[in-house]
DNA sequence: ATTGTTGCAAAGGGTTTGCACGTAA
DNA sequence: TTACGTGCAAACCCTTTGCAACAAT
């Protein structure tokens, strides 16, 4: 691994948040400041193959990628776009019940409004609640 | 509504499967052969927003459109990309037991194999398993 | 006249890829 | 040498948007 491989990994395992390509090219910039989106991208590709760190796709953004390996799940906020992990005990099993093909794995993502933003306007209204309405 | 607002409406209601955009322009386009695909966008949005259709985003592929408005999530095979309906009784109440935030909505993805190639191959296994995996 | 809808073509965002160069075993 | 990693730029896919022409009221 080089030097530049180790400090990809070494940015999104040391964060505690989720972090989408863009933000992970700017701190790995600050070490190495000729580093190009491509090379970004290309290796957080193979340590997610590698399942050195996850990947998080389907959000409303760009996707986000993390450290933690544990099995959870996301949580969203509409308003402000907040990325939140979500952990279900019993989750695949509860789904599993209900379909017949068997199941790989599950990407649960629940779209809220986040207690911040709630704050902000406890009034918060979706006359029309988002487009992307699962159930 | 025009004509061509109805055809790109009854395309999307009267078909019992969930279409792309592209599908949809190309169904729409034998009926009018000069539509461009920024109308069927255009259209396709402006419907979900007013809940004549739903768009069902976060897969592997492009977007989807569908006519059915009941409350379900989807499946799709990660073998042939294939996406199913998937009804979950309970499955918000379910899931807010275990967050703090007021759920909005969930949209939730179970990433199967389906019947299909589990027969073309029922030996398939996922040495790495998607590199999604939810839980 | 006013408003909304369309085709077109361009732009947008996020992501991937071909290629030549460079670096390391 | 052989293999791999990198920067760069272009391409890619899906989707959105500005604009001028066009309907429809």
């Given at each position: 691994m080089t030097r530049l491989q180790?400090?990809?990994?070494?940015?999104?395992?040391s964060s505690d948040k989720h972090l989408s390509a863009k933000e992970i090219y700017a701190?790995?910039?600050s070490a190495f400041p000729g580093v190009a989106m491509g090379t970004i991208y290309r290796n957080?590709?193979?340590f997610a193959e590698d399942k050195l760190i996850r990947r998080v796709s389907g959000l409303?953004?760009?996707d986000l990628f993390e450290g933690n390996l544990l099995p959870h799940n996301h949580s969203q906020c509409l308003a402000c776009g907040k990325v939140a992990d979500v952990h279900i005990a019993g989750m695949k099993e509860f789904v599993q019940e209900h379909?017949?093909?068997e199941t790989v794995s599950l990407d649960l993502l629940v779209n809220v409004?986040?207690?911040d933003c709630m704050?902000?306007?406890g009034n918060?209204?979706?006359?029309?609640?988002?487009?992307?309405?699962?159930?």
């Open positions: 180790k400090a990809i990994l070494e940015v999104v395992k701190k790995v910039q957080l590709n193979k409303a953004s760009a379909i017949g093909d409004i986040c207690s704050k902000k306007d918060f209204v979706f006359e029309q609640p988002d487009p992307k309405v699962g159930c």
